[in-house]
């Protein structure tokens, strides 16, 4: 699980510098599932195990899209856990609050 932590940390290193100096926590959970806390998100990344170097790739091209979108503020976690596909969960509740404005 560790190797898996520092192919994200480096790989971010090499792709994207300002996503490796956001990268704020790596939990391992016990080997079951890596997830990843961003400084400038308030979502947490659900990783998976896998594929370390892509999904990361993939999350470094998403939060580019994501930047300055105010879709972000309605996210409740980014998940990279399956292959080729990336799910965003939205908070249901703000979303309706704001429909509702």
Known sequence: SLMRALTII???Q???????????SINLNYGKN???DITNIKFPVLFGLNNEVKKTVYLSKVLKELKDKKIKNYLQYLDLRFD???????DNDSLAKKERT
């Open 10 to 12: 480096t790989t971010a």
């Open 14 to 24: 090499f792709v994207d510098e300002e996503l490796y100096r956001k990268i704020s």
């Open 34 to 36: 890596i997830s990843l």
């Open 84 to 90: 080729n596909l990336v799910y965003l969960g939205f």
